[in-house]
């Protein structure tokens, strides 16, 4: 299901602001005016002055007023574009992976890895496997993981996260990134954030996506 959140930005409250803001001004000004001494009168150059910092700050409202109405294109146009990602397959940079039973751990390599090592966590963050897979090729890989904590007592279907530590020949570590792979079943907007929801049950941000494949 997808939940399209409240729009935020108000243009009516951003003409009202506009319109006390002239009238503010223009209460100041005649004020400034009426109490004005007669015997030293305000200068041309002071209201010159201030008519053109009234025009400043008109100027920079309408900007403002500019954006904000780009921003709710740009808001308009992206969630029209999220939608469209619903039933496709994506691969996404992330540590997250979700368990039923069994569960695949997907990771990249830039180079051959004399060793990897996988660490597995629950929700609140507790460290319940740790497996040495060895050496692994560069490229994408992929482990199945059991489902077993290290203790080898099987864990509850859940949200777990990884982290995979990789090291060359020498001993030096490297870089590995860790991925993520499902299917987008829903859209869920939290905290003017688009989150996507995959069928592991994962959900993830835009700017996670790696590549998007077909249906």
């Known amino acids: 299901m997808v939940v399209i959140p409240p729009n935020d930005t108000s243009p009516k409250q951003d003409v009202e602001d506009k319109s006390t803001l002239k009238d503010d001004f223009?209460?100041?000004f005649i004020t400034q005016l009426k109490y004005q001494d007669p015997l030293?009168?305000?200068?041309?150059?002071d209201m010159t002055a201030q008519l053109a910092q009234f025009s400043s700050l008109e100027q920079l409202n309408n900007i403002k007023m500019q954006l904000q109405d780009l921003l709710l294109f740009q808001n308009s146009l992206q969630n029209t574009l999220t939608v469209n990602l619903i039933g496709k397959k994506v691969e996404v940079v992330g540590n997250k992976i979700s368990l039923d039973g069994t569960s695949?751990?997907?990771?990249?390599?830039?180079?051959?890895?004399?060793?990897v090592k996988i660490s597995i966590y629950d929700s609140t963050g507790a460290l319940v496997r740790n497996i040495?897979?060895?050496p692994r090729p560069a490229g994408d890989n992929t482990y199945t993981w059991d489902?077993?904590?290290n203790s080898g007592?099987?864990?509850?279907?859940?949200?777990?996260?990884?982290?995979i530590e990789a090291y060359d020949e020498s001993g030096n570590p490297m870089d590995a990134e860790s991925l993520t792979y499902g299917t987008?079943?829903?859209?869920?907007?939290?905290d003017n954030i688009t989150y996507l929801?995959?069928?592991?049950?994962v959900k993830i941000q835009l700017n996670e996506i790696k590549t998007i494949g077909g249906v």
């Open 184 to 190: 987008v079943t829903g859209i869920t907007f939290e």
């Open 26 to 28: 223009l209460k100041l």
């Open 40 to 45: 030293n009168p305000l200068d041309g150059k």
């Open 197 to 201: 929801i995959l069928d592991n049950g």
């Open 104 to 115: 695949e751990i997907h990771f990249t390599l830039p180079m051959s890895a004399k060793s």
């Open 153 to 163: 007592i099987p864990l509850p279907s859940g949200q777990y996260e990884v982290s």
């Open 147 to 149: 489902g077993l904590d």
């Open 132 to 134: 040495d897979l060895g």
